[in-house]
């Protein structure tokens, strides 16, 4: 079955670059059709979908981050990859990758915490 | 960005119970409507697709109704193990968007 898993840094400091990847099990990321997506949870508080990436690297991301923002695709190590630029303690969360994102989303990734400060 | 809100934010019943949750959209967004269960500490799991499919291997139990704004999510027998939050999230606008959440304990 599909699994995902995310990995990197667990703090990252005010105005610095949050860099995250995904690994994928169980299907290629290439594989025709696919969406790839990128959802964070604050604390208490609902999933905000981030951004998708298309098998063929095309995206789309949320308004509210695209100035900030940056998905790719590995296609060699079947990962891709989130990059958010000048963090600050709003960006505090859990952030989980998941299959899907024009649709549903699922599976998700167990989610990892990533957490702003100095 | 379409916004979607749940009632009640968090509810209380006995194993057994029929339990209900809502989920109203700021516009119409036809069927365009999913449920997910988040238990603590885990990532949420898709339940329902599409307002009424039921994901699979997802018990029975577990069902969904609505169109247009107005969306139901029904848990028919309560089970212990069914404590958790459940969000609805709606993909007929980019970006989708989820509700705030129904947090269910058991009384």
């Known amino acids: 079955q599909v699994q995902l898993q995310e990995s990197g840094p667990g703090l990252v400091k005010p105005s610095q670059t949050l860099s995250l990847t995904c690994t994928v099990s169980?299907?290629?990321?290439?594989?025709?059709?696919?969406?790839w997506s990128w959802i964070r949870q604050r604390p208490g508080e609902g999933p905000e979908w981030i951004g998708y990436?298309?098998?063929?690297?095309?995206?789309f991301y949320s308004p509210s981050l695209e100035s900030r923002l940056a998905i790719s695709l590995d296609t060699s190590k079947n990962q891709f990859s989130l990059k958010l630029r000048s963090v600050t303690a709003a960006d505090t969360a859990v952030y989980y990758c998941?299959?899907?994102?024009?649709?549903?989303?699922?599976?998700w990734g167990q989610g990892t915490l990533v957490t702003v400060s100095s | 960005d379409i916004q979607m809100t749940q009632s009640p934010s968090s509810l209380s019943a006995s194993v057994g119970d029929r339990v209900t949750i809502t989920c109203q959209a700021s516009?119409?967004?036809?069927?365009?409507l999913n449920w997910y269960q988040q238990k603590p500490g885990k990532a949420p799991k898709l339940l329902i697709y599409?307002?009424?499919n039921l994901q699979t291997g997802v018990p029975s139990r577990f069902s969904g109704s609505g169109f247009g704004t107005d969306f139901t999510f029904t848990i028919s027998r309560l089970q212990p193990e069914d404590i958790a939050t459940y969000y609805c999230?709606?993909?007929?606008?980019?970006?989708?968007?989820f509700g705030q959440g129904t947090r269910l304990e058991i009384k």
């Open positions: 169980g299907t290629s990321i290439s594989s025709r059709g696919s969406y």
């Open positions: 990436i298309y098998y063929s690297g095309g995206t």
């Open positions: 516009q119409d967004i036809n069927n365009y």
């Open positions: 999230q709606q993909y007929d606008n980019l970006p989708m968007t």
């Open positions: 998941a299959k899907g994102g024009r649709t549903w989303v699922a599976p």
């Open positions: 599409d307002a009424s």
